[in-house]
């Protein structure tokens, strides 16, 4: 975070292709009303289509505080969450998504429940999510593999739609590893937490950004980076498997002591080939972390900023433009 607390709310939204509904997002932020001002930040996270434009043009004319923090490429979004993060200069922080599908006044509701409650992070849950079925399905697998890897209050559900403290943002962005899970971090940081029911829309433009692809590498950021569940399940797996083969091994002892011998190669090759799945499988398990190990030590960049373009007002025409790298 950028120095102390500057304004009472700061809004942060990861922007990955969303063109079509940034602009009505940012102007229904831009007309709440909070004691002692908010801030929006814009974190373009190598969209690949006018989304950094209009970003910079909604900086240039609306009349808020906006900054508009350009990724040199896509890094995923909680990469862009901690960017955001890092330039966020209110007591609290807002992260929302840029599909209109969390209504913007719900930000009022969350920051007033997290601040009047004294939680550090105030979640947020909807009794029916306007995903598709395959978004729907994840999210559910999400928070089951969280139950299972990551020390989290049973039953609270992980939204990207959440409220911290300034503490809590600065707690989070003392990691600088080229992984990170949001979730995990404030798991790591702070149990004092809260949740809130609130709307959720169908979505009016466009379609999710969340493949396949994205949602296994947010799985592992989560497997490997905050647990070493993983390994434990491999050991478990690794005597398991030991144990059958025993038990194999007695069966062919006792079937031969018989004038019995197992017939054929067929068994064999089965106990072989689930041998070697498994053997493999604990290798790559194995090779995930230390190659994970690997990035971090050679300090691969959590995000890389090209460059700030921010208007220091709440109303007016004057942006300034600087550029960092990190």
């Not at 940034?22 to 929006?40: F, K, M, N, Q, S």
């Not at 940081?189 to 296994?216: C, D, F, I, K, M």
Request: contains cysteine; proline residues 5%; aromatic residues 8%.
């Amino acid at each position: 975070m950028t120095g102390g607390p500057s304004f009472e709310l700061s809004v942060v939204v990861p922007v990955y292709n969303g063109a079509a509904s940034i602009a009505t997002l940012v102007d229904a932020v831009a007309r709440l009303e909070v004691p002692g001002g908010h801030e929006i930040i814009l974190v373009n996270d190598g969209s690949r289509d006018d989304s950094l434009l209009i970003c910079r043009e909604l900086c240039r004319t609306t009349d808020a505080a906006i900054s508009v923090v350009n990724l040199a490429r896509n890094f995923g979004e909680h990469n862009a969450v901690m960017a955001g993060l890092s330039q966020a200069r209110g007591a609290f922080i807002v992260n929302i998504d840029d599909d209109l599908q969390t209504p913007p006044e719900e930000i009022l509701r969350v920051h007033s429940h997290c601040k009047a409650n004294g939680f550090d992070v105030v979640y947020t849950f909807s009794p029916k999510k306007h995903h598709s079925v395959f978004r729907n399905i994840g999210s559910r697998f999400t928070n089951f593999c969280a139950d299972l890897l990551l020390d989290k209050p049973k039953g609270l559900y992980l939204s990207s739609f959440r409220c911290m403290n300034a503490f809590t943002a600065r707690s989070i962005l003392a990691h600088t590893g080229p992984f990170p899970y949001v979730d995990g971090l404030i798991l790591q940081v702070t149990s004092n937490l809260g949740e809130l029911q609130v709307q959720h829309l169908p979505r009016a433009e466009g379609r999710s950004n969340y493949t396949l692809a994205r949602l296994l590498r947010l799985y592992l950021s989560m497997a490997l980076n905050f647990s070493v569940t993983p390994l434990r399940l491999a050991v478990a797996a690794g005597i398991a498997m030991a144990i059958l083969g025993l038990l194999g091994f007695i069966e062919v002892v006792v079937e031969a002591l018989r004038g019995q011998p197992p017939a054929g190669w067929a068994s064999l090759m089965a106990a072989t080939l689930i041998l070697a799945g498994v053997q493999l499988i604990m290798l790559g398990l194995l090779g995930e972390y230390v190659g994970r190990l690997f990035l971090t030590i050679n300090r691969k960049p959590q995000f890389v900023v090209r460059d700030i373009e921010r208007n220091e007002r709440t109303g007016g025409p004057l942006a300034q433009t600087s550029k960092t790298r990190q």
